[in-house]
Nanobody
């Protein structure tokens, strides 16, 4: 069974920083890509950032230059700097994983709340 375990999140003032981490566990042959989505109250879930198996990154326009995603094998970290109130949302780790029966499946971690407020 594959699990994505998320850590980080919390309350931070505007302009501050937070770091989110996500670790995948289980029998995993490959993860491509791995990343983060977020969902603000009353809004649809949206992509924040992803990182491929070879380290290629993709960011939402709203976070470019402020957020950095990095990856170490089955773990990834989202460093969030210069946070804005509009970054407030529940953040979800996401991974597309090649499983033992040779299928690519999408997994989600538990959400973690990021609140940016003074």
């Amino acid at each position: 069974q594959v699990l994505l375990v998320v850590s980080g999140g919390g309350l931070v003032q505007p302009g501050g920083s937070l770091r989110l981490s996500c670790a995948a566990s289980g029998i995993i042959f490959c993860i491509n890509p791995m990343g983060w989505y977020r969902q603000a109250p009353g809004m649809a879930r949206e992509l924040v950032a992803t990182v491929s198996g070879v380290g290629s990154t993709n960011y939402a326009d709203s976070v470019k230059g402020r957020f950095t995603i990095s990856r170490d094998n089955t773990k990834n970290t989202l460093q969030m700097n210069s946070l804005k109130p509009e970054d407030t949302a529940v953040y979800y780790c996401n991974a597309r994983i090649l499983t033992t029966d040779s299928r690519w499946l999408v997994f989600w971690g538990q959400g973690t709340l990021v609140t940016v407020s003074s």
